[in-house]
């Protein structure tokens, strides 16, 4: 029997255990064992709940249970859960986690003392949800060279563009429906800023580059200034505009970013909509491939985590391939990546960009107070230099290459 214990008993903690319960048979063929949730830590008590007597409030009785060898933390946030997470890979215990905050902030350190301890760290539901992609990059792929992941990693920003583009709407006034019917936290900053896809990327990042890619390196741009009107020029376009999340791995240096992109119809990526996520990636033999489900939500996020409770449970006293070292990654300066870029701005600085930007392609949409268009391949500082010397612009979105 596998006796484990769950951290945090809110949606994916709930889940975790819904899951074991509902696919139980599955579950215990699989892993080759019972699993058994033993304890499940909260602050809170939940009377009335069927695993209400398995609910402790002392970290404490979980370290010290010897019986107990496999830890879902699905707390979230970085304290306690690091301390928890650390005290239990230092006592054998292994971890499966959701955080992707925790991960992409101390992962390389919690792998490293989860070998010296024949444990493991295992964070398969930390990006993308439900969707494997951890487990692809560490196990499936491991005869490629990958060289660029570019990925939709983030429901709710996915969800909000995705309205904007079928209805017309504004920015603010998709987020309010969205947080009306719960689909966006009452506090989006990280989902519309971009910091949750940020964390995604450096983790996907780390694990192609088999070394640390720090979030804090990563330029990344939310989709707050995005407006009906660039779905307008868009459209026009022939394209949509989502916010991704890539790595390339170049001859010039390792690039990454999150930002709103615009995407051509023809490319996969353009079809993801609502709140699902995928990640596309390229490998120098395989070509490409491309990953895709939801990327949150109770079921689909505790599917795998208990996904990694299963591999804990068939490899006992082993730890799973992870290449993720300690040593960083330097992360090349963004103004050096190149890109195509869509700008608009007032009809009388049509001269001045025509001008400064020489050849360019304009995009009209009927504005008249506008000029829209699309530049030729330059790199961010060029661009920004010539946005400056124009007098600046009323948007700019770049455009995605693959
Ligand atoms: N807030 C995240 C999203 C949840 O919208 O995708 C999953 O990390």
Not at 212 to 220: H, M
Not at 255 to 272: D, E, K, Q, T
Request: charged share 25%; glycine share 8%; net charge negative.
């Amino acid at each position: 029997m596998i006796h484990v214990a769950v951290l945090g008993y809110g949606t994916v903690g709930s889940g975790v255990v819904e899951v074991i319960e509902t696919n139980k048979e599955a579950i215990d063929k699989r892993a080759a064992a019972k699993l058994n949730i033993k304890y499940i830590l909260d602050l809170r008590d939940f009377p009335g709940d069927p695993y209400e007597d398995k609910v402790v409030h002392d970290f404490n009785i979980i370290i010290n249970d010897p019986e107990v060898t496999v830890i879902c933390e699905t707390m979230g946030g970085l304290h306690p859960a690091y301390e928890f997470s650390k005290q239990a890979l230092l006592a054998g215990k292994s971890v499966c986690t959701s955080n992707k905050e925790l991960v992409a902030s101390h992962g390389p350190e919690l792998i490293e003392i989860a070998r010296k301890n024949h444990c493991n760290y295992l964070f398969e539901a930390s990006v993308g949800g439900g969707i494997p992609i951890i487990r692809p990059l560490n196990y499936s792929l491991t005869a490629e060279k990958i060289d660029s992941i570019t990925g939709i990693l983030n429901g709710t920003t996915n969800y909000i563009l995705t309205k904007m583009d079928k209805e017309g709407a504004d920015f603010e006034d998709v987020l309010k429906e969205a947080q009306e019917k719960g689909y966006a936290e009452r506090n989006p900053e990280a989902d519309v800023e971009g910091y949750d896809a940020c964390r995604k990327i450096a983790i996907l990042s780390s694990l192609m580059c088999g070394k640390n890619v720090s979030y804090e390196e990563i330029y990344t741009e939310g989709i707050t200034k995005i407006s009906a009107a660039d779905f307008l020029y868009a459209k026009q376009m022939d394209k949509s505009i989502k916010l991704l999340a890539m790595s390339r791995d170049k001859e010039e240096g390792f690039f990454a970013m999150v930002a709103p992109f615009m995407i051509s119809r023809s490319h996969p990526l353009y079809s993801v909509s609502g709140v699902f996520n995928a990640i596309y990636v390229h490998g120098n033999m395989l070509g490409d491939s491309m990953y895709y489900g939801r990327g949150a939500g109770k079921l689909p996020t505790a599917s795998a985590v208990v996904s990694d409770v299963v591999d804990c449970a068939r490899h006992p006293g082993k730890t799973i391939m992870c290449f993720w070292e300690n040593d960083n990654v330097r992360v090349a300066d963004s103004k050096k990546d190149q890109g195509k870029f869509f700008v608009r701005v007032n009809s009388a600085q049509k001269e001045a960009a025509m001008e400064t930007f020489g050849s360019l392609a304009e995009i009209n949409v009927g504005i008249v107070e506008e000029f829209g268009f699309m530049t030729q391949a330059m790199t961010e500082q060029e661009f920004h230099d010539k946005i400056e010397k124009i007098g600046g612009c009323i948007n700019r979105i770049r455009i995605f290459s693959a």
